[in-house]
């Protein structure tokens, strides 16, 4: 039973437009969401992360939005760039989970922006 | 500052043969150490974790098996590969805290024949 879904294997988008990625989770017990992105060939990177207590979260092009009463939480990338092509996954997390803090992961989805 | 390294970085083997795939982190101490596995449209799954040397977690039973020697050092072993084991294998550690991002390693292809 997959906790944390994004429904979307890919998506394309035009260069300077904004690129929206979803993820739903079913666990209620999740109150700390991360992005990663991931180049083929590579390790994923931290990106953006939101906490329960939040519902959006801003870095520069980044921008993450949660509904926890959807249990959605979408990432938003305006404008896009070229260099953002990549695999991106969403992953949620206990926050009281201690010691034993763990990630569970989507299955990502791959962002392809065109120049 | 911290750096994760992992090797090999490809690995080809024959159906049956042993497996080690080997993960060090350096510019910390007492880290968690993760051990995922990305298999094709599978997204990334959690293989096994460790808070500390010899404490070792299994998430999924599976042909895999991990040990932690060192504060800094993360093992996967196999004693016989199977087809279903190819995959990219990744290394994640952090400092604990739930509030701490995981970081990844440079990953390892391991494609099994």
């Known amino acids: 039973d997959q906790q944390v879904k994004q429904n979307s294997p890919s998506l394309s988008v035009q260069e300077g437009r904004i690129s929206i990625l979803n993820c739903d989770y079913t666990?209620?017990?999740?109150?700390?969401f991360l992005w990663y992105k991931k180049y083929p060939a590579e390790g994923p990177t931290f990106l953006i992360s939101i906490s329960s207590i939040k519902d959006k979260n801003e870095d520069g092009r980044f921008t993450v939005f949660l509904n926890k009463s959807a249990k959605h939480l979408s990432l938003h990338i305006v404008p896009s760039q070229p260099g953002d092509s990549a695999v991106y996954f969403c992953?949620?997390?206990?926050?009281?989970?201690?010691?034993?803090?763990?990630?569970?992961f989507g299955k990502g989805t791959l962002l392809t922006v065109n120049p | 500052s911290q750096t994760i390294h992992q090797w090999p970085a490809t690995l080809v083997q024959p159906v049956g043969s042993p497996l080690s795939l080997e993960c060090t982190v350096e510019?910390?101490?007492?880290?968690?150490l993760y051990w995922y596995r990305q298999a094709a449209g599978r997204g990334l799954q959690l293989l096994f974790y460790?808070?500390?040397?010899?404490?070792i977690s299994s998430e999924v039973p599976q042909n895999l098996s991990a040990s932690r020697p060192q504060d800094r050092q993360f093992i996967l072993s196999s004693k016989k590969l199977l087809l279903s084991d190819s995959g990219f294998y990744l290394c994640?550690?952090?400092?604990?805290?739930?509030?701490?991002?995981?970081?990844f390693g440079p990953g390892t292809r391991l494609l099994v024949l």
């Open positions: 510019g910390t101490s007492n880290p968690n």
């Open positions: 460790s808070v500390g040397i010899g404490q």
């Open positions: 666990n209620s017990m999740f109150d700390y």
């Open positions: 992953a949620a997390s206990v926050m009281g989970g201690g010691s034993n803090y763990k990630l569970t």
């Open positions: 994640a550690w952090t400092t604990g805290g739930p509030l701490e991002t995981q970081y």
